[in-house]
């Protein structure tokens, strides 16, 4: 059996890691500013092989959105505290924003693969990763 996590940009294979496809620290803060610019009302959580990290002024309900999703969450005040790559960053929108807010993060298009699945949500991850 195989478990595809992240958006795909690990499998899992006999307890092991056999895939792996990850933003590069550059790329992923480049993507987050111009992410931070567009809104103010949506959630940024930046994932990590340590797990997702979030801004600590988050309001609750958006903060229990995120831990009802993700095994591991850190809350920080600056997001330049990661020093890892990124295995995906995600965005949650409560105004179900997320298709228009996809097509302004255009620039990115031929850089990441970025995907909206639901007017709430959009994952961004590596261009090479494998959709089965």
């Not at 992410?35 to 958006?62: D, Y």
């Not at 995906?88 to 255009?106: F, G, M, V, Y």
Request: glycine content about 4%; overall charge positive.
């Amino acid at each position: 059996m195989r478990i595809l996590g992240d958006s795909a940009t690990r499998i899992k294979h006999n307890k092991k890691f056999v895939y792996e496809y990850l933003l590069s620290n550059k790329l992923g803060f480049e993507i987050i500013r111009l992410l931070k610019e567009i809104s103010l009302h949506h959630t940024i959580i930046a994932c990590t092989k340590s797990g997702a990290v979030i801004k600590n002024n988050l309001n609750r309900k958006e903060v229990a959105i995120v831990r009802g999703s993700y095994a591991q969450v850190k809350e920080v005040s600056n997001f330049n505290e990661i020093t890892e790559d990124f295995v995906k960053i995600t965005i949650h929108d409560p105004l179900n924003r997320c298709i228009k807010t996809r097509e302004k993060i255009s620039p990115f298009f031929q850089s990441a693969h970025i995907v909206s699945s639901e007017a709430a949500w959009i994952d961004i991850t590596n261009t090479n990763v494998y959709y089965c």
